[in-house]
């Protein structure tokens, strides 16, 4: 076969560059219009969501209402001037509508877990049952709110834990919210014969004197109950939840230990054998 000659080489050159040139010509006005359009847009969406989001703040909306609604205005803005890009380059959308209307179909399906969790988060930052920042406990585990995402929330504890809850295994579920404090709740007995006032008394004097635990709710202590070892003493009180355990040690030690100052018994069960020979 004969090589292509020089000048065959460059009429195909001469082709390319003639295409490239025409194409310039009749597209480089519409490229250049939508990519301003869409530059514009996207400064005018930023400008958007700032606005909407420094509002919510001057009205004392929630972080995370706040952050949704400013990145969905934001979303809606982008997503209208992508169109019109689309339009200006001559590009009908009305296809790409309808094709991008199967593809979710198909994705919805294949994704249910995770469109589920998306939904779920949506209600929970709708409704807001709880804020960063509260302590929930949901399916016996229970944390500090740390972040609410669209399809997750996460939580931390005392141990500095992060524990991640998949938002559909919160939506519809038993939830308990003690905002930032956690209840602590004891029972131990004393003898029938020990002074129940006076026990009451030295309890409420611990629990008034230690400096980590929320006065605003009232701790209770009382007689709880009555049985064969003694009279049942519950003790109620509340104290923030990043230090849970912490607090709860330090009280239970103060409180054995005004207890034990005050001669005050806490009696044990004993099991009598008798042995008969």
Not at 16 to 35: K, N
Not at 70 to 78: E, H, R
Request: glycine share 6%.
């Amino acid at each position: 076969m004969n090589e292509p000659s020089l000048d065959q080489e460059l009429q195909q050159l001469q082709n390319v560059y003639s295409v490239i040139t025409e194409f310039v010509i009749e597209y480089s006005f519409q490229i250049a219009g939508a990519i301003i359009i869409f530059l514009l847009g996207l400064w005018v969406a930023n400008k958007a969501a700032n606005i909407v989001a420094a509002q919510l703040k001057k009205h004392h909306i929630d972080i995370t209402l706040s952050n949704f609604a400013s990145n969905l205005v934001k979303i809606i803005i982008i997503v209208m001037v992508a169109v019109i890009c689309l339009g200006k380059l001559g590009i009908s959308v009305t296809p790409m509508v309808a094709a991008i209307g199967a593809a979710s179909l198909g994705a919805g399906l294949a994704l249910q877990g995770m469109l589920s969790n998306y939904a779920a988060g949506i209600t929970i930052i709708v409704t807001r049952p709880f804020v960063v920042g509260n302590t929930i406990e949901i399916k016996d585990v229970s944390g500090v709110v740390e972040i609410i995402k669209l399809g997750q929330t996460i939580l931390s504890n005392e141990e500095g834990e992060q524990i991640s809850i998949p938002n559909k295994h919160i939506v519809g579920e038993i939830l308990h919210n003690s905002f930032a404090y956690k209840l602590v709740e004891n029972k131990f007995n004393i003898d029938y014969q020990a002074d129940a006032d006076h026990v009451i008394q030295l309890i409420n004097h611990v629990l008034a004197t230690a400096p980590a635990i929320y006065k605003d709710k009232k701790p209770l202590v009382g007689i709880n109950g009555f049985n064969p070892i003694g009279m049942e003493v519950g003790v109620r009180y509340w104290v923030p939840t990043k230090s849970y355990y912490e607090q709860k040690y330090q009280t239970n030690l103060a409180i054995i230990k005004a207890l034990t100052a005050a001669n005050i018994t806490i009696p044990c069960p004993v099991k009598e054998i008798h042995l008969q020979h």
